[in-house]
Every structure is written in structure tokens, then in C-alpha cells.
């Protein structure tokens, strides 16, 4: 079957540096995306890998190794405005669907 | 980019009726897609709304609970038929752009059927 494996919850202090990780199995690849989701709001887009190695934006960057299906998340100087779900998902096919992981909460404290 | 308006952004509904969920984006995009989500877990995706034609269902999900219109490239709308409790759950439209990677989503919809 197809899956993505994302803890569920992480907990980290304002100020620091957290890293979400992120494995696939998929019967294709099209790239690997990152969607922040805060409670009872939409996702939202954040990060898009296709090729391997490392995007920045800002504070967050996303990385990807594609011979370990392999990817991650990672979040600078944390906010407490960052507190949110964070999606890992995968495009498999040719037909922009996406295969979404389970989410991971990410919890700031002071 | 593109801007989703979802409608209704909630509604508590009884068992046995219909409710219409609508989309409106406000450029022409390439593929949408309905999803439910219950709190605090992942995405399922429905189906998806092909324009012009029948929506494409994923396993689990069959047109007659979940009728889909796509009657052109900025507009759908998906109805809940005959609900029950267990359709309680939000609703969210999404769409994508041309080859662009990042997929949009309206606000959602949170539907209680009592």
C-alpha cells in the first residue's frame, strides 16, 4: 500500500530549532510537499521538494532523499504563531492528487 | 495563487437531508478536489472534480451519497446526501494550478448532522 510515516506530536520551546520527519511509500513520485494547518483553519502551502537536497524559505526549510524516501521539515527560531499541524504529502501520479501523512502537531512552549 | 471562497463554512443539519457545499476560485485552475477531514486527524480525499464530466471517486466514497458538479474551470460544489451522524465531519474543497506544485484550499465546511 501507499503510506507516510510523520510523528505525531512534537513539543519544542519558543526560540528553537525543530525538525519534522517524514517517510514514504508510494507507488510514484512526483515530489514531496509540506502543508501547516492551524486548528480550524485550512492547510496551507508551505515547502515543495521534487529533487533532492535542501529548500529554504524564510525560516523553514525542507529536505529530501529521494534513495531513502526520506524528508523533512524544519523549522528556525519557532514562534508560537508556528504552533499548527504540520502535513507531509506525496505526488504520486501525474493527476496533482496528493497522498497525505497523518500530520504532526507541533507543540511551542514559552 | 489562487483564492477558494467555500460556503457554507458550517452547518448542523438533520439526518436524512442533503446539504450543497460550494466552491467558488477565483482563477481558472487546472484539477479540484474534495476532501474530508474529521479533527485532528489527516486528509481523505473524496473524489475529483473533473469539469464537464463525471467526478473521478476514490475507494469508499460512490456518487450517490456524494454527487459532484464541475460545470466549469472555477466552480464546483459537492452535496452530502441522506446524511447521517457519521458525515459529521469538515469538509474541504481544494484546487491546483496549472503546473504549479501547490495546492489551494477553501475554508472548509463543518457539518454536524444531528
Same mark, same amino acid.
Given at each position: 500500500?501507499?503510506?507516510?510515516?510523520?510523528?505525531?506530536?512534537?513539543?519544542?520551546?519558543?526560540?528553537?530549532?525543530?525538525?519534522?520527519?517524514?517517510?514514504?511509500?508510494?507507488?510514484?513520485?512526483?515530489?514531496?510537499?509540506?502543508?501547516?494547518?492551524?486548528?480550524?483553519?485550512?492547510?496551507?502551502?508551505?515547502?515543495?521538494?521534487? @529533487?533532492?537536497? /535542501?529548500?529554504?524559505?524564510?525560516?523553514? #526549510?525542507? *529536505?529530501?532523499?529521494?534513495? +531513502?524516501?526520506?524528508? $523533512?521539515? !524544519? @523549522?528556525?527560531? /519557532?514562534?508560537?504563531?508556528?504552533?499548527? #499541524?504540520? *502535513?507531509?504529502?506525496?505526488? +504520486?501520479?501525474?493527476? $496533482?492528487? !496528493?497522498?497525505?501523512?497523518?500530520?504532526?502537531?507541533?507543540?511551542?512552549?514559552? | 495563487?489562487?483564492?477558494?471562497?467555500?460556503?457554507?463554512?458550517?452547518?448542523?443539519?438533520?439526518?436524512?437531508?442533503?446539504?450543497?457545499?460550494?466552491?467558488?476560485?477565483?482563477?481558472?485552475?487546472?484539477?479540484?478536489?474534495?476532501?474530508?477531514?474529521?479533527?485532528?486527524?489527516?486528509?481523505?480525499?473524496?473524489?475529483?472534480?473533473?469539469?464537464?464530466?463525471?467526478?473521478?471517486?476514490?475507494?469508499?466514497?460512490?456518487?450517490?451519497?456524494?454527487?459532484?458538479?464541475?460545470?466549469?474551470?472555477?466552480?464546483?460544489?459537492?452535496?452530502?446526501?441522506?446524511?447521517?451522524?457519521?458525515?459529521?465531519?469538515?469538509?474541504?474543497?481544494?484546487?491546483?494550478?496549472?503546473?504549479?506544485?501547490?495546492?489551494?484550499?477553501?475554508?472548509?465546511?463543518?457539518?454536524?448532522?444531528?
Amino acid at each position: 500500500g501507499q503510506s507516510l510515516e510523520q510523528p505525531s506530536e512534537v513539543t519544542a520551546v519558543e526560540g528553537a530549532i525543530v525538525q519534522i520527519n517524514c517517510t514514504y511509500q508510494t507507488s510514484g513520485f512526483y515530489g514531496l510537499s509540506w502543508y501547516q494547518q492551524h486548528d480550524g483553519g485550512a492547510p496551507t502551502f508551505l515547502s515543495y521538494n521534487a @529533487l533532492d537536497g /535542501l529548500e529554504e524559505t524564510g525560516r523553514f #526549510s525542507s *529536505f529530501l532523499s529521494r534513495s +531513502d524516501s526520506y524528508g $523533512y521539515l !524544519l @523549522l528556525q527560531e /519557532l514562534q508560537m504563531k508556528d504552533s499548527a #499541524s504540520y *502535513f507531509c504529502a506525496v505526488r +504520486d501520479n501525474s493527476n $496533482y492528487q !496528493l497522498i497525505w501523512g497523518a500530520g504532526t502537531k507541533l507543540i511551542i512552549k514559552p | 495563487s489562487a483564492v477558494i471562497s467555500q460556503k457554507p463554512s458550517r452547518d448542523i443539519c438533520q439526518r436524512g437531508t442533503s446539504l450543497t457545499i460550494q466552491c467558488q476560485v477565483d482563477s481558472q485552475v487546472t484539477m479540484m478536489f474534495w476532501y474530508r477531514q474529521q479533527p485532528g486527524q489527516s486528509l481523505t480525499l473524496i473524489a475529483t472534480a473533473n469539469q464537464g464530466s463525471e467526478a473521478t471517486y476514490e475507494s469508499g466514497f460512490v456518487i450517490d451519497k456524494f454527487p459532484i458538479s464541475r460545470p466549469n474551470l472555477t466552480f464546483s460544489t459537492l452535496t452530502v446526501s441522506n446524511m447521517s451522524p457519521e458525515d459529521s465531519s469538515i469538509y474541504l474543497c481544494s484546487a491546483v494550478q496549472g503546473m504549479n506544485t501547490e495546492a489551494f484550499f477553501g475554508q472548509g465546511t463543518r457539518l454536524t448532522v444531528v
